[in-house]
């Protein structure tokens, strides 16, 4: 994958497709080889490249350093929970997951409430399949539980009254992020792993035509 072409939507979409099961990288290889990046160009893929590879421990760093700010509210605990729950619900595969995991433990109970929650039929453009399929949960769109969840969270660390020590460590987890994913030299297995992750991509594109 050539990531001085890749633009930051389409990194982004990556990271919403991608599978949200992928294993946090071994702490050894993580913390391996740092070295500074000689140009801009250089730094744009290297940052690229290392964003993508070690997204999930990225999201745990994170998860981390917020959980040691919340360490002594309950409250902020909880909210650092549900943050944790909309950032991850932007990711289709975890949030299909989520949601049939969700409707078959609801059937066991209320099949008919199960059946309310299946998402709608996805719009058919010209007898095709729109090829933008919305993402639901519970029967509605992503978004909305986004937003809830992410309300809730900020509601919160708000009665919790440790607002400011989240967003200190919002602001270090960020910093934390940038550094590494600046300075971490791509390997080789990096490299390899980013050109299968386009090829599923694109066979999976395939697969649904």
């Given at each position: 994958m050539d990531w001085g072409n890749v633009t930051v939507d389409d990194l982004t979409g990556a990271l919403r497709e991608v599978d949200w099961s992928t294993r946090p990288r071994p702490f050894?290889?993580?913390?391996?080889?740092?070295?500074?990046?000689?140009?801009?160009?250089?730094?744009?893929?290297?940052?690229?490249?290392?964003?993508?590879?070690?997204?999930?421990?990225?999201?745990?760093?994170?998860?981390?350093?917020?959980?040691?700010a919340c360490l002594m509210s309950p409250l902020a605990i909880t909210a650092t929970a549900l943050a944790a729950l909309s950032i991850a619900f932007l990711n289709d595969s975890f949030a299909v997951t989520f949601n049939e995991k969700v409707t078959r433990?609801?059937?066991?109970?209320?099949?008919?409430?199960?059946?309310?929650?299946r998402p709608p039929h996805m719009p058919v453009i010209r007898g095709r399949p729109s090829p933008k399929k919305s993402i639901h949960i519970c029967g509605q769109l992503r978004g909305v539980f986004v937003f809830l969840f992410s309300a809730a969270s900020f509601i919160l660390?708000?009665?919790?009254?440790?607002?400011?020590?989240?967003?200190?460590?919002?602001?270090?987890?960020?910093?934390?992020?940038?550094?590494?994913?600046?300075?971490?030299t791509p390997n080789l297995k990096a490299r390899l792993n980013t050109f299968r992750e386009e090829f599923r991509a694109v066979w999976r594109s395939y697969s649904e035509l």
């Open positions: 050894h290889e993580f913390f391996s080889k740092f070295t500074v990046p000689r140009s801009y160009l250089k730094w744009s893929n290297r940052f690229k490249c290392n964003l993508y590879y070690y997204r999930t421990n990225y999201f745990i760093l994170i998860i981390l350093i917020l959980g040691v433990t609801v059937r066991k109970f209320s099949p008919h409430l199960a059946a309310k929650m660390w708000f009665a919790s009254g440790n607002l400011l020590y989240i967003l200190w460590a919002f602001g270090i987890g960020f910093f934390a992020t940038v550094l590494h994913a600046s300075i971490r």
